[in-house]
């Protein structure tokens, strides 16, 4: 069974900085691709960021490049995204992900489907503030 819980989620001025985490766990975590997702009310839950079973290639979304970075952790098995300069926008819930079964360039193609992702985290709120 697959587990992911999402931790780091709080309320944070624009500007600001937070690190969510994501322990996975009940699965070949060192061989799934990872994503981050977020959702904000009324809209559709969308991709942040992903990165391969590895960690040596990643995918970011044009609204987050340049200020969050997502990162692994094999050993502890978690996945971490580093929120820099964050902005109101960047409010919502949210996920991790897991997609069993990517080689690497799945994992990061822009056209990844968020269905093709199967298991998920219960999500960690971020709140920013102007």
């Known amino acids: 069974q697959v587990h992911l819980v999402e931790s780091g989620g709080g309320s944070v001025q624009a500007g600001g900085s937070l690190r969510l985490s994501c322990a996975a766990s009940?699965?070949?975590?060192?061989?799934?691709?990872m994503g981050w997702f977020r959702q904000a009310p009324g809209k559709e839950r969308e991709g942040v960021a992903r990165?391969?079973?590895?960690?040596?290639?990643?995918y970011y979304a044009d609204s987050v490049k340049g200020r969050f970075t997502i990162f692994r952790d094999n050993d502890k098995n978690t996945v971490y995204l580093q929120m820099n300069s964050v902005k109101p926008e960047d409010t919502g819930m949210y996920f991790c992900?897991?997609?069993?079964?990517?080689?690497?360039?799945?994992?990061?193609?822009?056209?990844?489907?968020?269905?093709?992702?199967?298991?998920w985290g219960q999500g960690t709120q971020v709140t920013v503030s102007s």
């Open positions: 992900a897991a997609l069993l079964g990517a080689v690497w360039y799945e994992c990061v193609d822009r056209s990844v489907r968020i269905a093709d992702f199967g298991n």
């Open positions: 009940g699965f070949t975590y060192g061989s799934a691709c």
């Open positions: 990165i391969s079973a590895g960690g040596a290639h990643t």
